[in-house]
């Protein structure tokens, strides 16, 4: 597997893996699947996995943690705070509200290091960002984290350019977490501008469209009863409708390059710079090695451009998320 850098202290596999469908949003999983996808990732080469403490809530942090354990040496765990979470509730639900004050900062460094089972959170990203604390409190507290051990690097996540340059003036900050994909472009421009700038790594979450670019969702009847894009806008019918037109251009790309829709849009996102490293999920062996195989395929600047316009904003039905949703970004 190629390596690429978050940052100036974070060396990682070029496709890293999404832990959060594994007992999040999706419907989850059984543990021991999981684990066995988890371990497999790091056999073929990915060095680079993805949780939060809201996910569950706290239960994917402590699969990750007994997943990797015998590799912790080998890994790069990354995990996020900045949510009020209500432990009575689970799944989306549990989310009550933004939460990034420095004493809460502390509180969930605490807790994600024994859930993990670590001595040290490798990327310790804010998950939103909390519009009522200002940036500069928030990544003062993450920054004692560093001085005292207990992080290495920080993160950001769906912030704004003007968000970022404040953060990273207060200490560098190695990646910013973002939605990015062949139908989500948001952070083109402005976004990966300033990053690439600053020398900040950018983590595209979702780059294959929440499993839309793959072309296995074909309806709305192919989600569980738990499964959380049942109610977001691009999968309503309507629009589904319009955006599979999309992904079988897509899909049709690919098989004359002789690789999978997911591949092609996983090597599109690779290909728009070499500080960009995206964390497709993944539940099951075959579609993780599928994921983690696309940073071998290359795409020409005429393939590139030829999805960009294909996919192109204005062609996407529908938008990223329903009004109100607690982890709308807050810029």
């Not at 942090?61 to 997943?67: F, S």
């Not at 595209?204 to 009863?225: H, M, Q, V, W």
Request: glycine content about 8%.
């Amino acid at each position: 597997m190629q390596t690429r850098k978050l940052g100036k202290d974070l060396t990682v596999s070029a496709i890293g893996l999404g832990c959060m469908g594994m007992s999040h949003a999706y419907g989850g999983q059984d543990e021991a699947t999981s684990i066995r996808t988890l371990q497999r990732a790091v056999e073929i080469g990915v060095t680079f996995f993805d949780t939060a403490e809201v996910y569950g809530p706290f239960v994917n942090e402590e699969l990750v943690g007994k997943a990797l354990k015998p590799f912790r040496d080998q890994v790069v765990i990354a995990t996020k705070f900045g949510f009020r979470i209500d432990p009575t509730k689970t799944d989306s639900a549990a989310m009550s509200g933004l939460d990034s004050r420095p004493e809460h900062v502390r509180e969930v460094a605490e807790a994600s290091l024994k859930r993990l089972g670590v001595d040290v959170i490798d990327l310790f990203y804010q998950h939103r960002v909390d519009p009522e604390v200002p940036i500069e409190d928030t990544v003062g507290a993450m920054a004692e984290l560093v001085k005292q051990g207990k992080v290495k690097a920080l993160g950001l996540s769906e912030a704004s350019a003007d968000i970022i340059r404040r953060a990273h003036a207060v200490h560098p900050i190695s990646a910013l977490q973002s939605e990015y994909s062949l139908w989500t472009r948001d952070p083109e421009g402005d976004i990966l501008d300033t990053c690439r700038k600053l020398g900040i790594g950018f983590v595209p979450f979702s780059p294959l469209g929440r499993g839309f670019l793959t072309g296995k969702i074909k309806s709305t009847s192919d989600f569980g009863e738990s499964d959380l894009r049942a109610k977001m806008p691009r999968f309503e019918a309507d629009n589904m409708a319009a955006n599979l037109a999309l992904v079988k251009l897509v899909e049709e790309m690919a098989a004359q390059k002789g690789v999978t829709a997911a591949q092609l849009a996983l090597a599109w996102v690779l290909a728009k710079g070499d500080f960009i490293v995206p964390i497709p999920g993944a539940r099951k062996i075959p579609n993780m090695e599928q994921n983690a195989a696309a940073a071998d395929v290359t795409l020409t600047a005429d393939e590139v451009s030829k999805l960009d316009d294909m996919l192109s904003p204005d062609k996407i039905a529908g938008a990223r998320y329903g009004a109100g949703a607690a982890w709308t970004p807050k810029r």
